[in-house]
């Protein structure tokens, strides 16, 4: 890069630093050209990093850019919540209530429930498209398991495209894809970005332990790797129970298989735009030369 910038990293959907899903924030006075964000995103090397000015559009709005370590995607949910703590507890002279953000989806409020770690952020999910999804397509692919579920396969799109499978039995998400490059070879193929796949938990208890839903995420950036949490795929996922008759507010464990767990928060109504909310964590800041 031509000038300097600051680079925020945060954890997202995490109670604790250190374990949710990591995202990169790259905040510049002139945005890189799409080349230079896209080598920044794979030197970081996390399932996202995420670029913006230093100041609001006109309008009031922040514009975001949000890369993989090997493409550009128009909306994605964990960094667009870590995006906007950041500008709400880095940049902003005075804490805001809601921060638009400027996506490749169109503008996103995100909204806050608390201050700093111990917020909750809140984002407003982009319109999903759901249709349903032939298991064929994944026979051989996961285990058998996830051919029946609680909830009908579909296939989900909000910007990204995930497949979304369901199964009774939490235990099949020990070893949920049985064919890592026939996976990543649909996908390729396919063009769509990943597969989301669930199980039903036990019920949270009376202090709130416990989740709704556990579930897992692969997606393809060069090679399949696993998202510690998908904030896309779960706004997917709740418009899914939407369309299965199921409302009301839901959370999901994602990346305990690696070590990076993570609690995902769901506001499903009968209409309007499914919340998907969660805490970030500050981890590191830094400055380039």
């Keep these: 890069m031509s000038s300097p910038f600051e ?167 020990a070893q949920p894809v049985t064919d890592v490059g026939g996976l990543a070879a649909l996908l390729a193929d396919s063009g769509r970005t990943g597969v989301l796949l669930a199980a039903p938990s036990p019920a949270m208890d009376g202090n709130g332990h416990g989740s709704d839903w556990q579930v897992r995420c692969f997606f393809l950036a060069d090679s399949l790797r696993e998202d510690p949490a998908t904030g896309s795929a779960a706004a997917l996922f709740g418009e899914l129970l939407r369309q299965s008759g199921r409302h009301g507010a839901f959370v999901l464990e994602q990346g305990v298989a690696m070590q990076r767990p993570s609690r995902l928060h769901l506001r499903v109504y009968a209409s309007g735009p499914i919340k998907v909310g969660g805490r970030v964590q500050p981890v590191w800041s830094g400055f380039s030369d």
């Design 7 to 173: 680079l925020y990293v945060v954890d997202v959907f995490a109670e604790r630093p250190l374990v949710g899903n990591p995202l990169a924030v790259v905040v510049a006075e002139r945005l890189p050209d799409a080349e230079v964000r896209q080598a920044i995103a794979r030197e970081t090397n996390l399932s996202e990093t995420t670029f913006l000015g230093p100041c609001a559009d006109p309008d009031g709005a922040w514009s975001v850019r949000i890369h993989t370590p090997s493409e550009e995607l128009p909306f994605a949910g964990h960094p667009v919540l870590g995006t906007a703590w950041v500008i709400r507890e880095r940049l902003c002279e005075e804490p805001l209530d809601e921060i638009l953000l400027r996506t490749g989806r169109g503008l996103v409020p995100v909204t806050f429930e608390g201050d700093g770690r111990e917020a909750m952020v809140w984002l407003d999910a982009p319109e999903a498209q759901l249709q349903a999804l032939d298991f064929a397509e994944l026979e051989g692919l996961v285990a058998d398991a996830f051919r029946s579920g609680p909830l009908p396969a579909a296939l989900g799109s909000n910007g990204p495209a995930v497949m979304l499978v369901s199964t009774e039995d939490p235990a099949a998400l």
